[in-house]
C-alpha cells in the first residue's frame, strides 16, 4: 500500500517502480553519524598539524603565520579540511550507492528523483550546493526548503535531481522461498509472445518474481544481486523457446523476458 512518502516512477522498460522517502528524523540521524565520523578525522589532521607544527619550534606560529613555513602550513590546513568535508559525501555517495556510513547505519539513500542511482555528476553538484545549504541552516532557510518540499529535498537536491530514499531490505533466502512457491504453485498459466517468432513461457508466479526483483534490485546488496540475477536469468534461459538468447547477459535477458512478455491487467 503506498503512503504519502511514497514515490512512483515507470521506468523506460514499462517497470513501475515505488520508492519510500526517507523521513527527516533518519537524515538528521544520518546527518550526526557522519559529522561525527568527520570531526574524529579532521581532530586526527589537526593532531598531525599540531605535532608539524611543534618540529618547526612554535606550535601557535602555524596559524599566527609568525613563521615562514606556518601561512604554507595553515593554508594547506584549511584546505584539507574543506576537501575532507566535500570529499567524505562525495565519494561514499557516488562510490557507494548513495550511502555514506552515516545514511548506511540508517539504512536510507540518495538516489535520482526518477528511481536510478545517483551518477558522479549528481553526486557532486549535491554536495558542492552542500556548503551553501549549510549556511542557510543557519537561518533555519534550509529546515523550510525540507519541509515544503513534496520529496523532502534540501536546495542541493533540487538541483542535482536527487531524493533521499529508504532502503528496502530483501535477503537471498526470500527470493529463494519466492521461487520454490512458484514451483509448487497449482496454476501455472503459460504465457506466450509470438510477436519476434519466440516467446518466453513464464508462469504468472514467475513474472511477479520477475517484477519484484527489477523493483527492488538497486536496493539489494551487490553480492546478493548478484547471485539472484544469475539464478533469475538461468530460470528464464530454461522457458526461451524458438529465441536465441545465447547472445545476452543475464540482465539483458531478464529485461527482455520482462519486456516482451505480456502482463495480466
Known amino acids: 500500500m503506498s503512503t504519502v512518502d511514497d514515490i512512483a516512477v515507470l521506468t523506460s522498460e514499462n517497470v513501475r517502480l515505488t520508492y519510500t522517502l526517507a523521513n527527516l528524523g533518519s537524515r538528521a540521524l544520518a546527518f550526526l553519524a557522519d559529522t561525527l565520523i568527520i570531526a574524529l578525522i579532521g581532530l ?5 598539524f599540531m605535532s608539524i607544527g611543534l618540529s618547526l619550534g612554535d606550535i601557535g606560529a602555524m596559524f599566527t603565520g609568525a613563521e615562514s613555513g606556518a601561512p604554507f602550513l ?35 539513500r540518495v538516489a535520482m528523483a526518477d ?23 543557519v537561518f533555519g532557510i534550509t529546515i523550510f526548503i525540507l519541509i515544503f518540499t513534496p520529496k523532502y529535498q534540501r536546495l542541493g ?44 513461457r513464464l508462469s504468472d508466479a514467475e513474472m511477479g518474481l520477475i517484477e519484484r526483483f527489477l523493483t527492488r534490485k538497486d536496493s539489494i546488496p551487490e553480492d546478493v544481486k548478484i547471485r539472484l540475477t544469475k539464478d533469475l ?10 529465441i536465441s538468447v545465447d547472445d545476452l547477459s543475464d540482465d539483458e535477458l531478464i529485461q527482455l523476458a520482462w519486456s516482451r512478455t505480456p502482463k495480466k491487467t
Open 44 to 48: 586526527s589532521l589537526t593532531f598531525i
Open 74 to 108: 595553515a593554508a594547506l590546513f584549511i584546505v584539507l579540511m574543506t576537501i575532507l568535508y566535500w570529499g567524505y559525501y562525495f565519494l561514499f555517495e557516488w562510490m557507494n550507492y548513495g550511502q555514506t556510513p552515516g545514511k548506511k547505519l540508517l539504512g536510507i
Open 115 to 137: 528511481g536510478g542511482t545517483a551518477d558522479i555528476v549528481a553526486c557532486a553538484v549535491r554536495n558542492v550546493i552542500r556548503l551553501i545549504d549549510m549556511l542557510l541552516a
Open 157 to 200: 537536491d533540487i538541483v542535482a535531481g536527487t531524493v533521499v530514499v529508504k532502503l528496502r531490505r530483501l535477503s537471498f533466502s526470500d527470493v529463494i522461498l519466492a521461487v520454490r512457491s512458484a514451483d509448487r504453485a497449482v496454476e501455472t498459466t503459460a504465457v506466450e509472445n509470438q510477436s519476434a517468432g519466440g516467446n518466453f
Open 233 to 242: 536469468a538461468a530460470r528464464i534461459r530454461s522457458k526461451a523457446y524458438g
